[in-house]
């Protein structure tokens, strides 16, 4: 497993833009599909986006597309998700998650890691 520890989050008002990242330790993280889910307050957790560790696809919720943006920098062991046009239904504590090796699924029962969260709040 790796631990993992998302920043970035606060509050921004609608319209604005907030990145988060998601700094792991433990190896290897080049390996791993990386992801980021959310959940709003009385409602389930609901993925985001993800990365595969191979590069080779990249997912977003139709709820983000063309807002939101994943990214990773293996070297720096760190997964990104810009947020931009933030909406109130965007409100949600955020959790980065990382798969076990080389497992390209982004069900969330694959990923074995998860971070505290970290909370986006964007007010109207």
């Known amino acids: 497993q790796v631990q993992l520890v998302e920043s970035g989050g606060g509050l921004v008002q609608t319209g604005g833009s907030l990145r988060l990242s998601c700094a792991a330790s433990g190896r290897p993280f080049s390996t791993r599909t990386m992801a980021w889910f959310r959940q709003a307050p009385g409602k389930e957790r609901e993925f985001v986006a993800a990365?595969?560790?191979?590069?080779?696809?990249?997912y977003y919720a139709d709820s983000v597309k063309g807002r939101f943006t994943i990214s990773r920098d293996n070297a720096k062991n760190t997964v990104y998700l810009q947020m931009n046009s933030l909406k109130p239904e965007d409100t949600a504590v955020y959790y980065c998650?990382?798969?076990?090796?080389?497992?390209?699924?982004?069900?969330?029962?694959?990923?074995?890691?998860w971070g505290q969260g970290t909370q986006v709040t964007v007010s109207s």
């Open positions: 998650a990382a798969s076990r090796p080389y497992t390209d699924s982004v069900l969330e029962t694959t990923f074995a890691s």
């Open positions: 990365h595969t560790w191979s590069g080779r696809n990249i």
